[in-house]
């Protein structure tokens, strides 16, 4: 009888193919077993990365529910309540001068006189208001604007 690896070198390739595929398969299954021993850390590092992804997962979670609830939460933005409109009440509130009102019933004419640094609040108070503004007039006069605003309907 020939010694053993004369034997393995001499049998038929598909059968030393496979022993030593069997051979490389032992060693790898003991080296992993080994490693597992000695380093359980590795253990460890894979039981934070499973629990550092279940952490995040549950972040996920919890931020899409409440962008959902926020979502919900959100209608659309309110409108102030409109004032009723007082002529007198906007000159002052404005700091213009009222040169002339004519509440007619069908259309109304109001006449201010205002500075260029106060017209844009002006404008504001006057988006405030109940009115139905129509057309207006703005003419330069020395170092201030003469407003003229034709309404509709006024409340």
Do not use: C
């Not at 398969?25 to 000695?38: C, D, E, H, R, S």
């Not at 002052?92 to 640094?117: G, I, K, N, Y």
């Not at 108070?125 to 309907?153: V, W």
């Amino acid at each position: 009888m020939l010694p053993l690896p004369e034997r393995w070198l001499m049998a038929h390739w598909r059968w030393r193919f496979l022993s030593a595929l069997a051979l490389l398969m032992l060693i790898y299954g003991a080296a992993n077993t080994l490693a597992g021993k000695l380093w359980p850390a590795n253990e460890r590092l894979h039981e934070q990365q499973r629990l550092l992804r279940e952490q995040t997962r549950q972040q996920y979670l919890y931020l899409r529910q409440r962008a959902i609830a926020d979502a919900a939460d959100i209608d659309a933005p309110q409108r102030p309540v409109a004032r009723p409109f007082s002529a007198l009440q906007l000159s002052r509130e404005s700091r213009s001068t009222l040169v002339s009102w004519q509440p007619d019933s069908p259309h109304s004419e109001l006449t201010l006189e205002v500075a260029w640094p106060q017209l844009p609040a002006l404008l504001t108070l006057l988006g405030e208001q109940y009115i139905n503004a129509q057309g207006f007039m703005l003419q330069m006069h020395e170092q201030a604007l003469t407003l003229t605003l034709r309404l509709g309907e006024v409340k």
